[in-house]
Every structure is written in C-alpha cells, then in structure tokens.
C-alpha cells in the first residue's frame, strides 16, 4: 500500500492552486497574551505579484479592531483532485486605499479575477461596511499530498 506524504508546492503548483479564488481563515495578531482573532474569509490571489486581496467587514460594530499593518496569517486549503493541499501567508494587512498602493491594487485586483462573495453574517451583507485589503506576504508556504512510490 501507497502511503501518502505531504511536502512543499513549487510556485506553479501554489500558484495554480490559489488562482481559483476561495475561502480561508485570516488570523489577526492580538495585543498581550490574548489568542490570534480568526475570522473566515473570501480572498482572490494575484500571481504576478504573490498577492491577496480581501474583502473584509469593518466598523466599530467588528471585533477585528484596526485592520491597517496588522501582522496576520492566512491559511487557505483544499483537495480539488483528490491531493490535500495547503497554502499559508504571513505579513501585514495594508488597506487598498493607500497611495503607495492604490495603482498596484488596481491591477491586481483586475488580475484576481473575482472575490467570492460569502454571506456569513447576521445581518443582511447591504447593513454591513466593507473595505478591500492586501496582503503582501512576507512569508508563503504551500504544501501538498503526494503518493510515495512504492
């Protein structure tokens, strides 16, 4: 029996994985001993850059807090050919609207595709203030099953 081992995605691999847009779970650093808050998230994925873009709730309604240079870590993951993989970023959340960013996250929105829309609140998504943010990571890691050959 073919027992399966988990090792790194080259880029493409990652790449081709992340393309496909999706859902994961953003970690947001806290203050003092308090757990990371993790929240569900949609996210789309610019490969010229390696960037994430997210569509993330905000206001002072949210239990994020501020969101702009926020150290985070994301991690999205599935088996869409039967293979496990998974995809981790670390680094800080920078809002779309900073100058120093505004021209890039045009075009790498535009190259993202689209951002699924997921409904997971409780209160109709038009109630709910939204703001788009990057994430450059400082660090990206993939990982993906694979069969040893026996």
Known sequence: MVEPDAVHMDDDERDAFLERAGTGVIALATDDDDPPHGVPVSYGYDPVEAVFYFRLAVGPTRAKGTLDDRPVTFVT???????????????RLVSTTDEAVADD?????ERTGRIPIVDIFGEPTADVSFAFYRLDPDELTGRIERSLEP
Request: no cysteine; aromatic share 10%.
């Open 77 to 91: 993951y599935g088996d869409p050919d039967d293979r496990w993989r998974s995809v981790v970023a670390t680094g």
């Open 105 to 109: 996250t045009i075009a790498g929105l």
